[in-house]
């Protein structure tokens, strides 16, 4: 956080500082197995345990985390990609058994600052990159996606051919602006799910396109036949079931 703020230590940090940065964001949303008996001391280690792995891959990978939550975190990456596909990736697939893990990658300017009163000062993220990574976070739960990027994300990789990635569709990211498309890396996915991704990329994404192509009949056709062979792809279940509640 000090390097992004251009702060040489953190007494030199104050109330109202802010930096406007072009870089990823990270948005990390989770959902952790409970302790036993649910035991809340239990809990919070298993948080804290995960937290304290997560700022090492994070740190390795050249980001800084900004803000630690119960359900999540965010985190900054100035070098913007690979690094932060790079990160999310491991974080992915370090994804404990039971614990549900979405992480959105949105890149462009935001502003990073201080914001608070004399006894207690939190790091913020601003911007519409940090709503749109957050919605990034949240359509991977539903989509059962572990790792979602935006369109301006996907287009900073210059090696995009070094990834497992699919098409997840289009999709309103931020109020007031156009939906755009967002796509899922897989490679940290368990070995069931992405050898199912991988084989099936180009019917998925076929049957995708058919429905932005609003030529429902043939999407429905194309979602079953895909289903068919991978029951359970969350998000041909997410489409078929937004095209045929459609009047």
């Known amino acids: 956080?000090?390097?992004?703020?251009?702060?040489?230590?953190?007494?030199?940090?104050?109330?109202?500082?802010s930096q406007i940065i072009s870089a990823i964001v990270m948005v990390l949303r989770c959902s952790f197995p409970r302790g036993p008996e649910n035991d809340p001391a239990e809990t919070f280690a298993i948080i804290q345990r995960f937290f304290g792995h997560a700022g090492e891959i994070i740190r390795k990978h050249g980001g800084s985390t900004i803000n630690f939550r119960p359900e999540g975190l965010e985190a900054v990456f100035e070098k913007g990609m690979p690094t932060g596909l790079q990160a999310a990736l491991e974080l992915?697939?370090?994804t404990a058994e039971g614990m549900g893990l979405h992480i959105g990658?949105?890149?462009?300017?935001?502003?990073l600052g201080i914001v608070g009163e004399e006894q207690h000062l939190n790091a913020v993220i601003l911007g519409d990159?940090?709503?749109?990574?957050?919605?990034?976070a949240e359509l991977g739960a539903t989509l059962g996606a572990r790792v979602i990027l935006s369109q301006g994300a996907t287009r900073a990789l210059k090696d995009i051919e070094n990834y497992q990635f699919r098409v997840l569709g289009e999709f309103v990211l931020s109020e007031g602006h156009?939906?755009?498309?967002?796509?899922?890396?897989?490679?940290?996915?368990?070995?069931?799910d992405w050898?199912?991704?991988?084989?099936t990329k180009k019917q998925f994404e076929l049957a995708v396109h058919l429905?932005?192509?609003?030529?429902?009949?043939?999407?429905?056709?194309a979602l079953k036949a895909h289903l068919a062979g991978f029951p359970g792809d969350r998000a041909a279940r997410h489409h078929?079931?937004?095209?045929?509640?459609?009047?």
């Open 178 to 192: 156009p939906a755009g498309l967002v796509a899922e890396f897989f490679d940290s996915d368990p070995p069931g």
């Open 211 to 221: 429905a932005l192509k609003k030529r429902r009949a043939d999407a429905v056709a």
């Open 195 to 199: 050898n199912a991704k991988r084989a």
């Open 1 to 17: 956080f000090l390097t992004l703020a251009r702060k040489p230590d953190i007494t030199t940090v104050a109330n109202g500082d």
């Open 105 to 111: 990658l949105e890149h462009d300017s935001l502003l």
């Open 129 to 136: 990159a940090m709503q749109r990574a957050t919605r990034l």
């Open 240 to 247: 078929l079931a937004q095209i045929t509640k459609l009047p």
């Open 92 to 94: 992915g697939a370090a």
